[in-house]
Antibody, heavy 125, light 113 residues
């Protein structure tokens, strides 16, 4: 079955960086984009960005531009999200999700399905 | 940026009764060239990631019970649970995928009365 498995929980200090991985299985990795999203305590879900796993093109939310980098390793069917200059407000559960629509255009987005299990990231001194 | 607003924040419904959740986008998410509304609905239970229920505003995902239905067009949308079951207790989110940045509503908590 289609599945996304994320790396484990992280605890980081303010100013540091964190890199979360998302390994896909059960489908052709390069045929679908991958979204990265987060959910801070008591806050709504927030979209961070997206990578076209086929050609590596990315699109980031302006809110995170300059701090987030999304990459992929097609040989490992894995997407990565790195967030730098961490602050306490970045404490959240980070999710990857497949863009189930399956389109490849630069501004072609779809619904997220399935989602990874989530990776808690805590930023604390 | 498109802002998505949900109402109510929470609702309590008796088992077997109807639950209705509203979602409003600040701009139309109807793409005229294909006449599709770029809106999805998700269900999230505690400690779990969101689960897709509906996409294109009204297309039910495979395996989702038919008591869940989505309707609406343009800027106003509704998720209806026709006969609430105990397992439907959860948070529900709508999301627009019409344009970047993709955006979610604030969520609606559904409980049993």
């Amino acid at each position: 079955q289609v599945q996304l498995v994320q790396s484990g929980a992280e605890v980081e200090k303010p100013g540091a960086s964190v890199k979360v991985s998302c390994q896909a299985s059960g489908y052709t990795f390069t045929s679908y984009a991958v979204h990265w999203l987060r959910q801070a305590p008591g806050q709504r879900l927030e979209w961070m960005g997206w990578i076209n796993a086929g050609n590596g093109n990315t699109k980031y939310s302006q809110k995170f531009q300059g701090r987030v980098t999304i990459t992929r390793d097609t040989s490992a069917s894995t997407a990565y999200m790195e967030l730098s200059s961490l602050r306490s407000e970045d404490t959240a559960v980070y999710y990857c999700a497949r863009d189930a629509r399956g389109c490849s255009g630069a501004n072609c987005f779809g619904w997220s399905d399935p989602w990874g299990q989530g990776t808690p990231v805590t930023v604390s001194s | 940026d498109i802002v998505v607003t949900q109402s109510p924040d929470s609702l309590a419904v008796s088992l077997g009764e109807r639950a209705t959740i509203n979602c409003k986008s600040s701009q139309s998410v109807l793409y005229s060239s294909n006449n599709k509304n770029y809106l999805a609905w998700y269900q999230q239970k505690p400690g779990q990631p969101p689960k897709l229920l509906i996409y294109w505003a009204s297309t039910r995902e495979s395996g989702v019970p038919d008591r869940f239905s989505g309707s609406g067009s343009g800027t106003d949308f509704t998720l209806t649970i026709s006969s609430l079951q105990a397992e439907d207790v959860a948070l529900y989110y709508c999301q627009q995928y019409y344009s970047s940045p993709l955006a979610f509503g604030g969520g609606t908590k559904v409980e049993i009365k």
